[in-house]
Every structure is written in structure tokens, then in C-alpha cells.
């Protein structure tokens, strides 16, 4: 009997043999991999910003603004958090009152920022439906599952002495009766420095963001990582 011995059948063989091995080795990997690569995509909780114009980056860029900053800094300091920001310039209290509830259902936050009612104060709205407005928000963001930071403004003093000091006054009150994290004031030490304001004299320009950002900051990284 005659044994022949091919050379390059045997070769071809076993490249067939090892590419099998290799793709079962790196199916086997992935198998592995995914589930911890979607685990931790997934693992990321929303924060939502619910807020007006000083919140939407009114006048400078979208990337410039202190809430795209936010994200920024949250992905530096590896927090599982992303931002989703529902902010519209002009809008009142009744407004983000009414759309709310959808925000809420599509988003899905644990934890809500509301900085509303600078244009309540700026029209000089009746600052009871005010109050009303904010306490129902905050009620309908922890009755969704959200914890609630309430950020503050206030008037410059031309609106009268009493209408300023009960403007500020609903915000705190309302923080106290509901035990809720707070920032006073989102343009606090910025008001006496003209040159941090656009030509309108009321949104901050974009080398101003940074501070925005660090007086939110103050309340809402305790959240974030206690969340």
C-alpha cells in the first residue's frame, strides 16, 4: 500500500482547523464581553434639567451653556449619570407645570433639577400661582420615582420691595416645607458684575456658564453620588 503525503492539502487543513479555533475563542469572548458592556451602558441614570432660557443656553452656543458643562463634568468624574435637558427659554411655571407629567413619562429621571419661575417674576405674575406651580412639579417628580434639587431666583429691585422679597421667599419656603435640596439663587455672585451679562442685561454669556454651573453643583453632586 502506498501512503502519499500532500504537503499542502495538510497545511490548508490545518489553517481551516485553527481559523475555526480562533473565531470559536472570539465568539466565546463576546459571549463574555456584551452582557458587561450593555450592563454598564445601562446602567446610567437620568438627571433632567427642567428649566428656562438661563438653562437652555439662550444667546451662545448650546455647548457653551452650564448644563452641557454639567455633562461634561459628570463624565470626568465617571459618574453613571446622563443629562437631559428639557429647558425652554420663556418659560413660566404654568407652562412647565402643564408638560411635566409627559417629560416625566418619556425620560424617566431620578433625580429632576427645576429652575423655573425667572419669567413668573420678570412678567410679575401673581406669585401664589407661582408657588402652586412649583410645589405641583416637585410633587409630580417624586411621585414619578425623582428626587428634587429646586433651584431659586430673584428680582432685581425695581419690582417693588415686596414683590421681590416674596418672590425669593417662595422658593425657600417651599424648600423647607417640602425638605428639599436647594440653591438659593442660580446667578448667585454674578448680579453685580455687568460684563458676565449679554447686551440684554439678564442671560449670562457663555464665559459666565462655568459659575452657573458651580452653584448647582454645590447641591446636586451630593445627589448624584448618594443616588
Not at 452656543?61 to 449619570?81: D, Y
Not at 433651584?151 to 417640602?178: C, H, I
Request: aromatic share 6%; with cysteine.
Amino acid at each position: 500500500m502506498t501512503c502519499r503525503f500532500d504537503l499542502k492539502s495538510e497545511l490548508m487543513r490545518g489553517a481551516s482547523i485553527a481559523a475555526r479555533l480562533l473565531a470559536a475563542l472570539i465568539l466565546a469572548s463576546l459571549a463574555l464581553v456584551t452582557p458587561l458592556q450593555v450592563h454598564a451602558a445601562g446602567s446610567a441614570r437620568t438627571l433632567l434639567i427642567y428649566g428656562d432660557s438661563l438653562s437652555a443656553a439662550y444667546g451662545i452656543p448650546q455647548a457653551s451653556g452650564w448644563v452641557s458643562l454639567l455633562a461634561t463634568r459628570i463624565e470626568k468624574e465617571a459618574l453613571p449619570w446622563r443629562v437631559e435637558n428639557a429647558s425652554i427659554s420663556g418659560e413660566t411655571t404654568r407652562g412647565g407645570r402643564a408638560r411635566l407629567e409627559a417629560v416625566l413619562a418619556r425620560v424617566r429621571p431620578a433625580v429632576v433639577v427645576v429652575a423655573l419661575g425667572a419669567n413668573d417674576g420678570l412678567r410679575g405674575l401673581p406669585l401664589a400661582d407661582m408657588r402652586a406651580n412649583l410645589a405641583a412639579m416637585t410633587r409630580a417628580a417624586r411621585k414619578a420615582g425623582a428626587t428634587v434639587l429646586l433651584v431659586g431666583m430673584k428680582l432685581p429691585p425695581n419690582y417693588g420691595a415686596g414683590y421681590t422679597r416674596d418672590f425669593e421667599a417662595a422658593y425657600r419656603e417651599l424648600a423647607q416645607r417640602e425638605k428639599l435640596r436647594f440653591v438659593p439663587f442660580l446667578l448667585e455672585g454674578m448680579a453685580e458684575r455687568p460684563e458676565l451679562f449679554q447686551p440684554d442685561t439678564i442671560h449670562p454669556v457663555a464665559a459666565a456658564q462655568g459659575a452657573l454651573l458651580d452653584n448647582v453643583w454645590k447641591e446636586l453632586k451630593p445627589m448624584l453620588r448618594r443616588n
